[in-house]
C-alpha cells in the first residue's frame, strides 16, 4: 500500500500509547485543570504547558506560556496578533509532571528534533479543541509538532492546501510557518501535545512563504 506524500507535514517514526497518553492527561489535569479562562471570546480553546522557562515556579508555569505570535492577512497585507514569544526560554520541562507518560514522549521527540531538525523544543503545550471549533487562518513563526491523545475522524488539520487527520498515538511535524487552520468537526473534544520547533536560524525562508499563493 502506497503511503500519500505531503508537502507540508511529515509523519515522525513514533507510535506512542494511547492509554498512556490518556493516563498521562488524566494525571496532569490533576495538577494543573484546564484554566477558567478560556483563549479565546469564542471559549472553545484551552491551553495547558508542559515545558517552562528556567525559573519558573508552580502554579504560574502551567499557563504563563500560552498564547504567543501569529500572523494573518486583513486588508491585504499581514498583521501581526498577540505577544511575541522566545520559544528557546521554554527549555525545562515541568518537574510536576516528570513522573507521567508525556515526559518520555517529550524526550523522544526532543532528541529527534536536534537530530533531524537541527532544533530542540519550544513551548510544549496541552491544547483542547471544543467539538465545532475552527482557528483563523494564520501562520506561525516556527513549524509544530503534533501528537493526538484525544481525537476522531472530524478533526482535520488544514495547511495550505493540504487537509490531515491524525490518528492518537501518531506524531506529525506540521510545516505551520505556512498558512493553516484547524477546525474539530466532531461531538467529542480533540486533545493535541503541541510542541513549537526551536531553531537559531530559520530553517525555512519566511518569504518562500507566501510565494506562488496568488491570493496573498
Request: net charge negative.
Amino acid at each position: 500500500m502506497e503511503h500519500k506524500v505531503y508537502r507540508y507535514f511529515q509523519k515522525l517514526p513514533f507510535v506512542f500509547d494511547p492509554n498512556k497518553l490518556e493516563r498521562a492527561l488524566d494525571q496532569v489535569l490533576e495538577i494543573a485543570p484546564w484554566p477558567q479562562q478560556l483563549i479565546n471570546v469564542d471559549k472553545k480553546y484551552q491551553q495547558i504547558c508542559l515545558t517552562r522557562k528556567k525559573g519558573q515556579k508552580a502554579p504560574d508555569c502551567y499557563y504563563e506560556g500560552n498564547g504567543g505570535v501569529y500572523h494573518v492577512f486583513v486588508d491585504g497585507k499581514e498583521e501581526n496578533r498577540q505577544q511575541d514569544l522566545d520559544e528557546g526560554e521554554y527549555s525545562e520541562f515541568i518537574s510536576e509532571f516528570n513522573h507521567t507518560y508525556f515526559k518520555e514522549v517529550y524526550d523522544e521527540i526532543n532528541n529527534y528534533c536536534k537530530k533531524e531538525y537541527n532544533g530542540v523544543l519550544g513551548r510544549v503545550r496541552l491544547m483542547l479543541s471544543k467539538p465545532r471549533a475552527s482557528l483563523s487562518w494564520h501562520r506561525d513563526p516556527e513549524p509544530r509538532l503534533h501528537v493526538p491523545i484525544v481525537t476522531s475522524f472530524g478533526a482535520m488539520m488544514i495547511v495550505e492546501d493540504e487537509v490531515l487527520h491524525m490518528k492518537t498515538g501518531e506524531a506529525w511535524f506540521a510545516d505551520t510557518e505556512y498558512y493553516h487552520s484547524q477546525f474539530n468537526g466532531s461531538e467529542v473534544d480533540r486533545i493535541h501535545i503541541v510542541a513549537s520547533l526551536y531553531r537559531d536560524k530559520d530553517f525555512y525562508c519566511m518569504e518562500d512563504c507566501l510565494k506562488g499563493n496568488d491570493y496573498y
